[in-house]
DNA sequence: TAATTTGCCTAAAGGCTTTAGGCAAATGCA
DNA sequence: TGCATTTGCCTAAAGCCTTTAGGCAAATTA
């Protein structure tokens, strides 16, 4: 009986690869069994599970992402740097959204501590040090740029802005001046009694 | 045979809570079926399908998110508003967070055109009243606004920021304080030779 | 009270996941 | 080269989920 050569990295391409075709939800074990023409019992050799299959997709997103993000942030500084970035993720959700939702699975923080994540945020921190935040205003901006462009990608690629004008690339064009203008003008924390406290909440848990 | 009472409303309504328990993935009609010590296919007759089943908890979510923010909005303006608006869909999140990752499916154009979402973005607009934007930016700063909050508030429920200074509700002030910044001192569209072009990207599909 | 509608049930088919145990191909070592 | 071991894929089987079809009894209506 011959083999089909499966091996753990295989089986993670081949799933990326799916999930972009027919989105991740659907990438599932025997799926992948399909397109490998072998039973489904055989993958378990190389994949402890269909959640052990998930994970190793969105790992594989996060790598080719900050992969591609600092081939785009190589030379490049400020605003420059911002946009380079910030296509980045936009462009590789619109070219993988397979993947790209792959890499939103929510990992374990072991796992999480072991992947890519960690250059994201570092290669966010280097285009802030551009703007000249003090700590922890760079961590709070950080988070900000982080939280702006994975909602911003992820509600455009649910269909949020599709056939509405203006074009979404505009707008996405539009939030990046927006953003480097806050980040140049990034405000003094209001004084104690200036801010606005979130309400309580004391209503049903 | 003594009858359970089953509506559509009473599935919503228990596989929301399902959903806030056990996480929305894990919200399957058999799951409901024991919540209610009835048959599976009972379930057929109150609800179209899995998909249609969801499809009613993500309605419900934007619905009683669209409720919250209305209410927080009554009455006020200005950043004041903003932060009321802002703090709606991050506590409800947090206290609703398989409603909220409900609320995050993909819904048909048709559907989403009959949801509350058109509400949120109606209210969104209303707080950018207080901000004076011209159309075509006031579209951007809604998007950028929907997109923001969604983003760090999804990527704050996956673990992202938790356990790790500053805390995230200091953050998320601080966000709420930089956005009102922004939105105030909206950048001019840049002219045209001195924008920042997305690069062409020439790479396989 | 009889007729009709409605609600939940049994039955059954089909799909996905996962484990256990087996045979054969590949690999390693005399 | 020949034998032993490891490795890879297979069959079998159990468990859970979805969905459809058809039936009987409870609730509703006349």
Redesign the interface.
């Known amino acids: 009986m011959a083999r089909a050569g499966l091996t753990p990295q295989r089986l993670t391409q081949a799933g990326a690869e799916l999930a972009d075709e027919v989105g991740f939800e659907q990438v599932t074990v025997s799926a992948l069994a399909r397109h490998f023409d072998v039973k489904v019992a055989s993958l378990y050799s190389h994949v402890k599970s269909s959640h052990d299959l998930k994970t190793r997709i969105a790992l594989l997103a996060l790598e080719e992402m900050a992969d591609a993000a600092a081939d ?1 942030l190589a030379g490049r500084s400020g ?2 740097a911002l ?2 970035f910030a ?1 980045v993720y936009r ?1 590789y959700a619109r ?1 993988h959204p397979g993947r790209y939702a792959a890499s ?1 699975l ?1 990992l374990s ?1 072991e796992t ?1 501590a072991a992947s890519a994540g960690v250059r994201h945020s570092q290669m966010t921190r280097a285009i802030l040090r551009g703007y000249d935040l003090p700590e ?2 760079q ?3 950080v ?2 740029l ?10 455009e690629l ?4 599709s056939h509405s ?2 074009d ?4 996405w ?6 953003l ?3 980040l140049r ?3 003094a ?2 004084a104690r009694d200036a ?2 406290e ?2 309580r ?1 004391d ?1 049903e ?1």
Do not use: C, M
């Open positions: 785009a605003k420059d946009a380079a296509n462009d070219r939103q929510r923080p999480a922890p205003e961590t709070h901006a988070r900000l982080g939280g702006t462009f994975h909602g911003y990608v992820s509600l649910s269909g949020g802005f004008a203006p979404s690339s505009v707008t064009a539009r939030i990046v001046d927006a480097d203008a806050l003008n990034w405000p924390e209001p801010r606005v979130p309400e909440d209503r848990a």
